[in-house]
């Protein structure tokens, strides 16, 4: 049987980049998309143009991402793994961000892994079968001070993907939501990261936040080739998990968090029980 064609979001760097290399240097056929060709193509270097499809698409654009992926069927014969990992984290306070940062932090993160997902369901329902793989956070489980439209754009990744796992099963279709700590890509620099251009003096401990965030680049634990050798074995598993927490760190913040939850449960339990009308 052919190996499984891929298409990956957002790969001229970081961790799609690391991945687009590993599959073709593990002899997949891939699809990857970047808002520049040239500069994907420089990224990825030579390679075999029969197994590699550089696309330039913008991802907040409906005809764009459709014909993206019909040039990817077109080109292979099927869309077997869909990576939705462009993305980019945002600081700032809610009230610092302006109303046009929010909404392209929400149009890259969320509405982008939404149209791609409505643009290769058809072709993969018809096969009754695929995987759909979305990046969200750490953050979209267990968020930190100063990040929180990230983090809402993260969590929305991370529900979405919960309930379209639930969806599609029936279709033979997997689903599975990555949620990554730290890794050392370009994620924390200037190039990727966007910082509110307003600031407010009184939100010192959000400035004190990021300025830890901002020291980490570099030097973040997680390795992008370790995650894409972890992205292939999940695509391989004939039944993958529907979450997957990536890094000690990624794991270490979600068992913390799930025991605040469960506190938090436990504690407001009666409060909970009395809107029952049968209390
Ligand atoms: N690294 C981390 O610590 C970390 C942690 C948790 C989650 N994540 C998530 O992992 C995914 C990959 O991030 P990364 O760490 O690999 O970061 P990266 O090195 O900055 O790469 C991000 C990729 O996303 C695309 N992208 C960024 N901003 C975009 C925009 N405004 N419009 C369209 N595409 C855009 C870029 O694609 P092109 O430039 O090729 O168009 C780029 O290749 C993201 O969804 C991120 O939120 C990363």
Excluded: C
């Amino acid at each position: 049987m052919d190996k499984k064609v891929w298409y990956v979001t957002g790969a001229s760097k970081g961790l799609g980049l690391a991945l687009v290399k590993q599959l073709l240097k593990s002899g997949y056929r891939v699809a990857a998309t970047s808002r520049s060709a040239e500069a994907l193509q420089t990224a990825v270097g030579a390679t075999d143009h029969d197994a590699f499809l550089p696309l330039e698409v913008n991802l907040t654009d409906v005809d764009s991402v459709s014909a993206s992926i019909k040039q990817t069927v077109d080109q292979f014969g099927s869309i077997d793994v869909v990576v939705n990992n462009a993305g980019f984290g945002i600081g700032g306070s809610v009230e610092e961000l302006s109303e046009q940062e929010v909404a392209e932090s929400f149009n890259i993160n969320v509405f982008a892994t939404i149209q791609v997902i409505k643009q290769a369901l058809p072709y993969m329902r018809k096969q009754r079968s695929g995987h759909i793989i979305n990046i969200s956070s750490i953050a979209g489980f267990a968020a930190a001070t100063g990040w929180s439209i990230y983090a809402a754009t993260k969590f929305a990744v991370m529900g979405l993907s919960e309930v379209l796992a639930e969806d599609v099963r029936e279709l033979g279709i997997n689903v599975t939501v990555v949620a990554p700590g730290a890794f050392r890509t370009e994620f924390l620099s200037q190039q990727s990261l966007v910082m509110s251009e307003n600031k407010i003096d009184d939100y010192q401990t959000i400035r004190a936040s990021h300025e830890r965030y901002l020291a980490m680049d570099g030097k973040q634990a997680g390795d992008p080739d370790k995650a894409a050798g972890v992205f292939i074995q999940l695509a391989e598993m004939p039944e993958p998990p529907v979450r997957f927490f990536m890094g000690t760190d990624a794991y270490n913040r979600a068992v913390q968090k799930t025991k605040i939850l469960t506190d938090d449960l436990e504690q407001w339990k009666t409060l909970s029980a009395f809107t029952d009308f049968n209390a």
